[in-house]
């Protein structure tokens, strides 16, 4: 494809192309494209893959390297050059026509490049190594696939991703779950009713599991003291995701973007005994993040968010334990919303590092046997762990099959030595505690995103914002309407009644909206004091009682199940 565009537009300058996960892009310093100028790249292509050119590694040294970058003057890959620390350096050529630095493989020729299952997708603009200050590229996004039946099978597969999407269907009126206004300021999300009905729910249903799983609550604040995150290493090592502080009566403040050393100030203000651990402390807490306005993404990347935090403090011989209760704690929770299959992967010392050798080896052992002992299947993604501890990464997998990073277990011994926590043990010795950081469901912006996509908007019974609508055949059916609503108001059901339209528009109203159930009254059911059910995807179930609908529907919701 660069070889392409460089014939079409030899103005153009070279910088990156890798590939991701359903296939490729490359950005290049010049005018920007349109659609049109797509077909033309792609028909360009199509013809080298006709010529059967071979592509030939070749290994040199650095100066020839910079030699031959130098003649052409190509200078976003002399600074990718000056990046590369050892040699040689690699070099593929297509045929004796293009050239570029990569350090392969490749195939043989361009013949063995199918050019039916090739597509070029989108164009984009993206700053040059993600800066801001520096030159605003043009990217252009692509896919490759070895036959046209799995390139249509991917395309069926972006049609249904583009369907699901949870910005279009977040915002769409009929159900309206949210927004983000640019007027209040890019990446701030505002849950609207709908919205914050079902963000109840979830939260409500965590806040309930983890007291029951030994967790105290806790709500902190949204500020704190500069000095604070500089005790906890935010300053020196994430100042560049933070925002700006804040001088309030000659004392600077500071946004949180984490919520650990507020819990860390709760935990150390008394002197603990061994006798009290483990101490587990939960809070869903709003942290915000400086983010890059061309990075936001819906609800995906947002600058303010609330993560459903929580933290443990125990001792050395309670971690496998502990972090076993974490597991069959987050199976439970994602278990509510459909999601059983899961990638796991356990990451161990990285080369740098704090803590000594026999802690990190009884953390890690720790993490692997409680995997173990859950019966999970995981990967080891040796040294990928965090400078102050081991990690478990738990991703999710949707309806479509994609992945979501979704809850992480960490180990931590950098802060417990930070703010100085400690404890008495049995021979009355101060000693330090180990902590352990743990999010569930992640940021809750992010996984009601998920959530939206996963169901496509059509969320289950428990969880919908209207679990039922009552609708009257005529007018004259309205008292006994609100009357059924009130009752299954009363009764925790969230219902509204819906009139002033034939009923069959108020039946196809409701499936627009994706509600659940209708209960329909008229003159029959007013006369023996019943309604006629029907479900959005049952189609007409029946009369029954009215206490026997709310029965059915309290059930469904407790159990998580149709109705």
Known sequence: MAMAVQKLFPDSKVTIGPWIDNGFYYDFDMEPLTDKDL?????????????????VREEVSKDEAQRRITAMNEPYKMEILESIKEEPITIYHIGNEWW???????????????????????????????DEKRQMLQRIYGTAWENEEQLKAYLHFKEEAKRRDHRRIGQDLDLDLFSIQEEAGGGLVFWHPKGAIIRHIIEDSWKRIHMEHGYDLLYTPHVARAHLW????????????????????????????????????????????????????????????????????????????TQDDAHIFCLEDQIRGEIKGVLDLTERILLQFGFSKYEVNLSTRPEKAVGDDDIWDKATTALREALDDKGWSYQIDEGGGAFYGPKIDLKIEDALGRKWQCSTIQVDFNLPQRFDITYVDSNLEKKRPIMIHRVVLGSLERFFGVLIEHYAGDFPLWLSPIQARILPVTD????????????????????????????????????????QLMAVVGPKEVETGTVTVRSRFGGELGSITIDDFIYRITKASENRTSF
């Open 39 to 55: 077909k033309r790249i792609k028909k360009e292509m199509d013809r080298i893959i006709g010529k059967n050119l071979p592509l």
């Open 100 to 130: 570029d630095l990569c350090a392969g493989p490749h195939v043989e020729s361009t013949r063995n490049i199918n050019r039916k299952a090739v597509e070029l997708e989108s164009l984009a603009g993206a700053y040059w190594r993600g």
């Open 230 to 305: 500089k005790t906890s290493g935010h300053l020196d090592f994430y100042k560049e995701n933070m925002y700006d502080q804040m001088n309030i009566e000659d004392d600077l403040y500071q946004l949180r973007p984490m919520n650990c050393p507020y819990h860390i100030l709760v935990c150390k203000r008394k002197l603990h005994s061994y006798r009290d651990f483990p101490i587990k402390v939960a809070e869903l807490g709003t942290v915000y993040r400086y983010e890059l306005s061309g990075s936001l993404h819906g609800l995906f990347r947002v600058r303010g968010f």
């Open 476 to 515: 004259n059916q309205l008292d006994l309407c609100n009357e059924v609503t009130r009752k299954l108001k009363k009764n925790e059901v969230r219902a509204e009644v819906c009139h002033g339209e034939r009923l069959p528009k108020l039946i196809r109203n409701a499936e627009k909206q994706k509600i």
